[in-house]
C-alpha cells in the first residue's frame, strides 16, 4: 500500500475488477434464481428447492420486482363500471352537483379523446406507445372540436353550477365551447395563443392555427414579432420540466383562489399524476374534514382514488350524458358559427403569411361570407390588463333549451 494508507494504481484496478466479478456473479445468481421461480413449486426438484432456500435475499428481491409490475399492470388496465352501476354513481354524482356551493371540475387529455385527439397513459395513449416503442400519429388538431363533455361543462357553468374550471390540456376546446375567459385555468397553456412578453402589460394574439410549430421545451419563440413593439412572440406552453410563469391563459390565481374556496371537485379524463404535484390545488393544508369533497371520473386508476368520496369507473362523454339528464339540462350542440375563435383571431400581416405550414381552424362557409361582406378592419391583439376581461362570456348557446335534443 502506498504512503499515506492510499490505494496504488495496480490496487485500485484490482478492486475495480472483483467489483465488476461480484456484480456479474450476482446477475447470474439472479438469474439462476429466476428461472428456478417461473416453475411450480411442485415441479421444482430438491437440488432447485434447496438453492432457492439459500439465496432468500434475492427471492425476496424478485418477488417485490413480480408485485410491483403487476402492480403497475393492474394500474394501467381501464375498467368499465356495469351500466347498472355507473347510473347510480351518476345519480349520487348529480346530487353533489346540486348541492354544491363551490363546484371546480379538473380536466385531463381523457375528455379530449372524443374529439380525435390523443391522451397520455391510454391504452393508445402517448406515454403507453413511446414505452412499446411504437411510433406516434401526429392528429390534425385543426378538425377537433368541443366535445359532449367540453360543451357539458359549458352548460353547468351558464347553469351556475361550475364556477371555475382547472385543465391541463392545451387544445383550447374549453374556449372555444364559449367558457369565459375568466373561469378557466389552462394551466398548461394554449395552442393558438401567442404572447409579447416585452409589452407590459404582455399583448396577446390568437391565432386559427398551431402556434407551436417551431417550439420546444426551453425554446418558446414562434418566429413572428410583436405588432406594437416588434419583439418575438413566444408560446404559452408549459412543458414537463417548466414552471409556468404566463399570467394567462394559465390563470394561476384565479386556479387558486377557486380550489380554495372549492366544497367539490369534480376530476374528468385525467390521471392526476402531473395535476398532484400541484399541492395548492387540493387543499391539503385543511383538516379532513374541511376539505373538498373529491369525484372522480377516470377509467384507469388514478394517486387520488383512495381519497375519493366516489370514483366513476366510465367514458367522460358517457358520464356527462348522464349527469345532464339527471340534472335535466340540455347539452348545446357545438356551433361552429359562434366559436369564439374566428372573432378573436388576430390575422397575420402579409410579411407573416409564409410563418407557419400548420392547417389553420377553417370558419364555416356562412361566416366567411358574412366576414368578407362585413369587411371589418383586421382584430387588434389583446391587452392582458385584467383576467376577467371577458374574452368568451357567451357560455353556454342561449338558445339551448330551444334545441329540443341532446347532441354527441
Known amino acids: 500500500m502506498a504512503a499515506g494508507g492510499s490505494l496504488s494504481r495496480s490496487e485500485r484496478k484490482a478492486a475495480v475488477r472483483a467489483e465488476i466479478l461480484r456484480q456479474e456473479e450476482q446477475r447470474e445468481r439472479r438469474r439462476q434464481v429466476s428461472e428456478v421461480l417461473r416453475k411450480v413449486a411442485a415441479e421444482r426438484s430438491p437440488e432447485e428447492s434447496l438453492f432457492l432456500a439459500g439465496c432468500e435475499e434475492i427471492v425476496r428481491e424478485l418477488e ?6 403487476e402492480r403497475l399492470r393492474r394500474r394501467q ?13 351518476v345519480s349520487e354524482l348529480a346530487t353533489a352537483v346540486r ?36 411510433n406516434i400519429r401526429a392528429a390534425d388538431l385543426s378538425e377537433a372540436e368541443p366535445t ?23 387544445d383550447g376546446l374549453h374556449l372555444r365551447s364559449g367558457l369565459p375567459r375568466a373561469d378557466i385555468s389552462e394551466l398548461h ?8 412578453t416585452s409589452c407590459t402589460p404582455n399583448w396577446e394574439y390568437v391565432r386559427m392555427f398551431d402556434v407551436t410549430e417551431r417550439t420546444a421545451l426551453h425554446r418558446h419563440y414562434t418566429g413572428r414579432m410583436c405588432h406594437k413593439c416588434g419583439a418575438q412572440l413566444r408560446d404559452t406552453i408549459v412543458h414537463f420540466g417548466e414552471k409556468g410563469t404566463l399570467r394567462q391563459p394559465l390563470n394561476w390565481e384565479a386556479a387558486k383562489e377557486s380550489a380554495s374556496k372549492a366544497d367539490v371537485i369534480l376530476c374528468l379524463g385525467s390521471s392526476l399524476k402531473v395535476l398532484k404535484k400541484y399541492q395548492c390545488l387540493w387543499c391539503m393544508r385543511k383538516p379532513p374534514s374541511r376539505r373538498p369533497k373529491l369525484y372522480i371520473v377516470n377509467l384507469q386508476w388514478t394517486p387520488k382514488d383512495d381519497l ?28 361552429r ?5 374566428f372573432s378573436l383571431t388576430v390575422p397575420l400581416r402579409p410579411d407573416e403569411e409564409g410563418s407557419h405550414s400548420r392547417r389553420p381552424v377553417v370558419p364555416p362557409l356562412s361566416l366567411q ?12 391583439p389583446l391587452r392582458l390588463s385584467s383576467p376577467s376581461s371577458g374574452w368568451f362570456g357567451r357560455g353556454c348557446a342561449k338558445g339551448t333549451k330551444r334545441k329540443k335534443a341532446l347532441c354527441d
Open 148 to 170: 359532449l363533455t367540453h360543451m357539458s361543462i359549458a352548460c353547468l357553468h351558464m347553469h351556475s353550477l361550475v364556477k371555475h374550471v382547472v385543465s391541463q390540456n392545451c
Open 189 to 196: 397553456g394554449n395552442m393558438y395563443i401567442e404572447v409579447c
Open 77 to 89: 388496465e381501464e375498467v368499465c363500471d356495469e351500466p347498472a352501476e355507473l347510473k347510480r354513481k
Open 337 to 341: 358559427t359562434k366559436d369564439p375563435i
Open 369 to 380: 361570407e358574412m366576414q368578407a361582406g362585413e369587411q371589418q378592419a383586421p382584430a387588434s
Open 308 to 335: 375519493a368520496a366516489l370514483k366513476l369507473h366510465g367514458r367522460c362523454d358517457e358520464v356527462m350524458r348522464l349527469l345532464m339528464d339527471e340534472l335535466g339540462l340540455m347539452i348545446p350542440c357545438y356551433d
Open 99 to 134: 348541492g354544491a356551493k363551490h363546484l371546480v371540475i379538473y380536466t385531463g387529455a381523457g375528455i379530449s379523446t372524443a374529439a380525435s385527439i390523443p391522451d397520455y397513459r391510454g391504452p393508445n395513449g402517448v406515454w403507453t406507445l413511446l414505452q412499446k416503442g411504437r
Open 64 to 69: 417485490r420486482r413480480r408485485k410491483r409490475r
